[in-house]
């Protein structure tokens, strides 16, 4: 879950493949609309309970338990309990605040990335073949990835100010605001105290983030594909289809940091509790905040839902 929450929105196909970014029908593309739509409900527990964690609201104490070679630990509530915990104060409703603005931005995204395939369609360009040469292919995978990340970053910058607001939204439950309370009118407050910039706060560490996600594991896929995975072995062809999507996992964890700070600067400083001491200081820029975090140890906060062991008090007796 911890890994799988760290991903980019992006899709972990191989470079230039992939259904969703297939281009097809008017039908074809509203079908991956809704399905990004549906996708991104049902997750939205999940990555509203990982923002209350990155912000570092811990409305629930610790509980002790024992690791797997037996020694008492201190265990942060995981997914579950603090969801309940959710659901207690707001009701099963409660579960879904700052949806809507997130539905709207998935959508964005989806209908963007489209639209940029559509002006400039993989079919104008070289795909990956078995019977290339090792610099022929790499040449296509880089020329590729470029094509994917650029995709990726314009698709982040069209549908970034609606996650701002569903960032925002979300960490109302912290301080129990209502400052925004809709799209509409959350998109008025923002330009009216923050300018067009407040828009797309967050949004450097998110585009690198991605960037980074893109081609690494796009030229680790590759790498390991054409190296280290024998032609002669009979399931060579089912290990290559797999390795996109374990490198994806992997390299996720990687460029978690980005994901984290990004989310952090989009609630920074802007009036709400979660983005004010003693949560945060008010970050100059995206690079104190990440000098911040790391010098708390903090650059991986949020990363893991279920298993979250607690800073041990010297004075707290384990035994």
Request: charged share 15%; glycine share 10%.
């Amino acid at each position: 879950m911890a890994a799988m929450a760290a991903l980019p929105p992006g899709p972990l196909s191989p470079p230039g493949g992939g259904a969703a970014d297939a281009a097809g029908p008017e039908g074809a593309e509203g079908l991956f609309v809704l399905l990004g739509a549906g996708l991104a409900a049902a997750s939205h527990p999940l990555l509203y309970v990982k923002l209350l964690v990155q912000v570092g609201h811990e409305p629930l104490p610790p509980t002790i338990g024992r690791n797997v070679l037996g020694r008492k630990v201190l265990y942060l509530p995981g997914f579950f309990t603090y969801a309940r915990h959710i659901v207690e104060v707001d009701g099963k409703r409660g579960l879904f605040r700052g949806l809507t603005p997130r539905l709207i931005s998935s959508t964005l995204s989806t209908i963007t990335r489209g639209s940029v395939k559509k002006a400039f369609p993989l079919e104008d360009m070289e795909h990956v073949s078995n019977k290339d040469d090792v610099k022929t292919s790499l040449r296509k995978v880089v020329r590729e990835t470029s094509h994917e990340m650029m995709m990726q970053c314009v698709s982040r910058v069209v549908s970034h100010p609606l996650h701002v607001i569903s960032m925002r939204c979300m960490v109302q439950f912290v301080g129990r605001e209502v400052k925004y309370s809709g799209v509409f009118s959350a998109i008025g407050r923002i330009f009216k105290e923050e300018g067009i910039l407040g828009f797309f706060v967050g949004l450097v560490p998110h585009v690198l983030g991605d960037v980074i996600f893109l081609w690494c594991c796009n030229l680790l896929a590759h790498f390991i594909n054409t190296y280290a995975v024998d032609d002669n072995f009979s399931q060579a062809s089912v290990i290559r289809s797999y390795t996109k999507f374990v490198m994806g996992i992997a390299v996720s964890m990687l460029t978690y940091p980005f994901l984290l700070v990004g989310d952090l600067m989009a609630v920074n400083n802007c009036g709400l509790r979660a983005g004010l001491p003693p949560y945060a200081p008010a970050f100059a820029s995206w690079i104190h905040c990440w000098r911040y975090l790391s010098a708390q140890g903090q650059l991986f906060r949020g990363s893991s839902l279920l298993f979250r062991r607690a800073p041990i008090p010297a004075s707290f007796p384990m035994d």
